[in-house]
């Protein structure tokens, strides 16, 4: 039972134009999310997180949009460089309720084209 | 600051062997969790340690221990070895809220894990 899901494997963006990621999950307990990013060889890098109270959170050229009542999440990466091409993952938790684990997608390789 | 460490970079066994994994976590981070992730998916979650304590597991067998250090460091141990063990193990660190849960996780590179 996959509670998160990212539906597009892979991503094509060309530089400087915005490069948009989407997570769906399934389980409405879920009130933290986060996504990271993760290059060959190394453990995921922590890029962004929102609380289920927000819609929307901002940091430089990332912003994620949480729309609750349709349990979608996106990540906006505005202007795309080629240092982003990546694979990223979105992951999920149960934070309020003190548990303790993230749910991870299977992940969206993005690549960013000079 | 250092990050999370973990040791070794790469392992190869046989299968039936056991295997150790080890991971420092990010200096006063006191929660530790275990991943493992296969090729093609997401983070796998195994564990979690808090204050020494098994706070998590997740859908895994027996065959997967760990524990945790008064330094806050983490073991994962896996017995028995099988083929589809082979994998990357991330273990990482994470400050831990009043009521448990947990904040933002930062990862070590992982161990990669191969079994043949």
């Known amino acids: 039972d996959q509670q998160v899901k990212q539906n597009s494997p892979s991503l094509s963006v060309q530089e400087g134009r915005i490069s948009i990621l989407n997570c769906d999950y399934t389980?409405?307990?879920?009130?933290?999310f986060l996504w990271y990013k993760k290059y060959p060889a190394e453990g995921p890098t922590f890029l962004i997180s929102?609380?289920?109270?927000?819609d929307k959170n901002e940091d430089g050229r990332f912003t994620v949009f949480l729309n609750k009542s349709a349990k979608h999440l996106s990540l906006h990466i505005v202007p795309s460089q080629p240092g982003d091409s990546a694979v990223y993952f979105c992951?999920?938790?149960?934070?309020?309720?003190?548990?303790?684990?993230?749910?991870f997608g299977t992940g969206t390789r993005l690549k960013v084209l000079a | 600051d250092a990050g999370v460490t973990q040791s070794p970079t790469h392992l190869i066994k046989t299968r039936g062997q056991h295997v150790t994994l080890r991971c420092s976590p990010i200096?006063?981070?006191?929660?530790v969790s275990w991943y493992q992730q296969v090729l093609g998916q997401g983070p796998q979650f195994i564990f979690q340690?808090?204050?020494?304590?098994?706070?998590g597991r997740g859908n895994f067998p027996d065959r997967f221990s760990a524990r945790q250090f008064p330094n806050y460091s983490s073991e994962l141990n896996v017995n028995a070895l099988l083929l589809g063990d082979s994998a990357l193990y991330l273990c990482?660190?994470?400050?831990?809220?009043?009521?448990?849960?947990?904040?933002?996780?930062?990862f070590g590179p992982g161990t990669r894990l191969t079994v043949t």
């Open positions: 990482a660190s994470s400050l831990v809220s009043r009521r448990g849960g947990i904040y933002e996780q930062y």
């Open positions: 929102i609380s289920s109270i927000k």
């Open positions: 340690y808090y204050e020494k304590e098994e706070r």
């Open positions: 992951a999920a938790s149960a934070g309020a309720s003190g548990t303790y684990k993230y749910i």
């Open positions: 389980n409405s307990m879920f009130d933290y």
């Open positions: 200096s006063g981070h006191k929660s």
